[in-house]
């Protein structure tokens, strides 16, 4: 009999495990649901990278990798929390983290000098950056808004901001001399290892990459970014900021794209102080402190400099003669070039498009903004949302359709500048990528600086891509587009497949088009004002940006989504929704002792979950609690039970007992398993009984400091206590 494997995460999903797990494996034991947990957070993988340096206690199994290879069987269900997809400033701390509290860890070498230092460099860049997500996701993804959620936010609508017709809030793109503008691709033949290599003006080869393995009819791509096209092109935002007197900022994702877009950051960083890295550049060089580990870092590390003092100056010279920067917090001094990991593109320009177009300026005040997204691939479906809401205003959430998505993504499909292909040139040349017959399929010429990268995409993945558009094009009735353009190399030859697979299927009375992705977007804002659904059918990364701008305009947040992932080969992948909000919650809680974070989309992925228990292990029992959570979830939304927004209201742990209550009634009430109705007739009396004993417990601990150990890795015995503090409610799972 197969398992729930439950992912222990980070930050605010991690903080309401401790406290929702218990209810899931009191729940789940009474029908012979076997639950296991599997450590995936940030702290777990760099723990787990370095046995040989650690104690018999400290050690802990590499639990990815195992849940990677669980991924390629029928047997697979696994119920995936957000994960920090960590910066390498987020690395470093969680490293330092750790090494306080007694591990004996290696610092991250920022320039390796040794063999040690390059093998210490290559255990942690296999942890950076969106190292999770490529691993677990063996399937395609299906994201949509579950219709209870729909209907909840009908009647309870989330705020959003007022639009005019004068907004001078715009994205600027290079449009030119980009990765969009400089890719080529190929469709391989037959099954070949294709090696990546630098060739200089002299004639000298570097191989980058010796060997990446290729499958027949797989699509390979290559593209590079021209960085003193870069420059030019920052200058001119810079300027143009200026001149139209609105916010600057930079959009990008130095998270998952972890190898090219901190270098993209740092270039942003140069050219927002120019003068000052003319004159200073070598002195921060020496010192370690890098702009792709953002403006915050270097400030940090400028006491330790003997002109630290001068330098700061010039800093706040920038600053005062530049356009205004988009704050991050405006209170703390903290802006948009800070941290590379701050502004992460697919949770901040829906958020900034929600709020007016506005970002917050450093007098802490909502203003215009020019949002800066170098690369064209995708910076133009933002540009057409914030023309839309010039022309027509706010949405309205209310009445407004809705956009699921069916996501291009198994086997690391699309993984685009975050992985062992993508490299920052060392010096002119021709960077080209060759099969074992000699044979260049795609070459650039390049100069010293320019970003290269080559990705690739395995045709099953295309091919059961395409099936689950059409599965769920067939099972809605709705309108599916492809957001695909022709005018790209590697879209190209993904519609020339999407046209192939296509008729492999009954597409009979169904509406499936293929639209550039600015085109779709815009069908797709006409039709929510409307009323009207759209699926989108996209790429790895817009399948990213899509699953959270639609549902950050529609449901107010991303977390509210189900999200299931129909593995290759028959198991199941549920995921509960977006951590982008997370860090500011934990920083709540640490405060305050209040967790604001909503589990509603664990919620649904557990429900959904359940039911995959079912079918493949044909229990009944898990049919009927995956059904009554449904019903239970729906419930909770009628009630109003989400996490409220100020203290003195329920809180995460408070919703979590309102589910628990609900489901215990909806288990008790249910006709189809007598005896799961048996068990939980005392609990949900007791819960309904004791209602507001334990939601006065969960109240009383607001307003004082908690104390959880740490922040990347928690002490458990402290966070449980925080987490669970209704000594009543633990009582009655105790006795189910």
Known sequence: MSKIIYTYTDEAPMLATHSFLPVVSAFAGTAGVELETRDISLAGRIIAAFPERLTDAQRIGDALAELGELATTPEANIIKLPNVSASLPQLKAAIAELQAQGYDLPDHPDAPATDADEDVRARYDKIKGSAVNPVLREGNSDRRAPLSVKEYVRKNPHRMGAWTADSKTNVATMGHDDFFSNEKSVVLDADDVLRIEHVSASGDVTVLHPGVKVLAGEVVDASFLDVAELHTFLADAIARAKAEDVLFSVHLKATMMKVSDPIIFGHVVRAFFPAVFEQYGADLEAAGLSPNNGLGGILDGLAALPNGDEIRAAFDKGLADGPRLAMVNSDKGITNLHVPSDVIVDASMPAMIRTSGHMWGPDGSEQDTIAVIPDSSYAGIYQAVIDDCRANGAYDPTTMGTVPNVGLMAQKAEEYGSHDKTFEVAEAGTVRVVNQAGEALLEHEVRAGDIWRACQTKDVAIRDWVKLAV??????????????????????????????????????????????????????????????????????????????????????????????????????????????????????????????????????????????????????????????????????????????????????RGSHFFLALFWAEELAQQTDDADLAAAFGPLAASLRADEQTIVDELVAVQGSPAEIGGYYKVDAAKTDAVMRPSATFTAALAAL
Do not use: C
């Not at 957001?483 to 790209?488: C, H, S, Y």
């Not at 029992?621 to 009630?639: S, Y």
């Open 471 to 652: 599965n769920r094009a067939r099972a809605t009735g709705t309108l599916t587009v492809f957001w695909l353009d022709e005018k790209r190399a590697h879209d190209a030859n993904l519609i020339k497949k999407v046209e192939a697979y296509l008729p492999e299927h009954d597409t009979t009375g169904l509406d499936i088009r293929v639209l550039a992705p600015a085109e779709a977007t815009t069908l797709s804002v006409e039709r929510i004002r409307r009323g009207e659904d759209t699926i989108s059918v996209t790429g790895n990364v817009l399948r990213d940006y899509n699953t959270d701008l639609f549902p950050i305009l529609e449901l107010g947040t991303s977390a509210k989504m189900l999200s299931i992932v129909p593995l290759l080969n028959g198991g199941g992948l549920f995921e509960t929704g977006a951590g982008g909000s997370a860090p500011k919650h934990v920083q709540q809680l640490v405060e305050e002792n209040y967790l604001r974070w909503d589990s509603l989309g664990e919620f649904l992925a557990l429900a959904a979950s359940f039911e995959h228990f079912a079918d493949v292990n044909s229990n009944e029992k898990a049919r009927v609690l995956g059904a009554t959570l449904d019903r239970a979830t729906g419930t909770f939304l009628l009630e109003n039970k989400s996490p409220g927004r100020k203290l003195g209201t329920i809180d995460n």
